[in-house]
């Protein structure tokens, strides 16, 4: 097995904190990950990505041209990077941020989540991205959602534990919310 997400978006939405989530949820797992991120010189309201690649096997290379899926949290995160997604993989898309309903590849899944409103139901428009990780990581199957939730103390600041329970509440919801999606 050798998977490898993309997710992208704004700076400030949590991006690379999902994808060091993924990676860490996977070594729990007892598979093997590289984390790669990436993001722009303005940060905060540039762009930021990063690429998840995991393995049963050592992994080669933490770059990847052909993904087997991407969690695109805003418009330009579908148009630069969905494309680039191989046969038989999975696209996340932030309808909160990014209202395409048009992108379709032959071979490749499209699940269309507000991300952004099903945070703010939860009462926290700061979970989008725990939203759009559960139900990318609900859908694919790669990383169980139980070591996702056993890593969120290794990736969230110690200041930030007491939110625990309320990131375990979105990556649920979102995996719910993408179980739904047929």
Known sequence: MNH?????????Q???????????????????????????????GGTANCTVTISDHEVGSPVTSSPNGVVAMNEPSVAKFAP???EGGLLLINTSMAPDNDFSKDGVEVIRLPC???ADELGNIKLASMVALGAYAGRCGVVELKFLEEAL?????QKLHKLIP??????????????KQD
């Open 84 to 86: 680039r997604i191989g």
């Open 153 to 157: 103390p290794e990736v969230l600041p």
């Open 166 to 179: 309320s990131n375990i509440e979105a990556l649920r919801a979102g995996a719910k919310r993408a179980d």
């Open 14 to 44: 949590g991006i690379l904190m999902i994808g060091n989530l993924f990676a860490i949820g996977a070594l729990k797992q007892g598979l093997n990950c590289t984390f790669f991120p990436s993001y722009g010189v303005e940060m905060r």
């Open 116 to 118: 952004n409103q099903i």
């Open 4 to 12: 490898a997400v993309i997710m992208a978006g704004f700076g400030g």
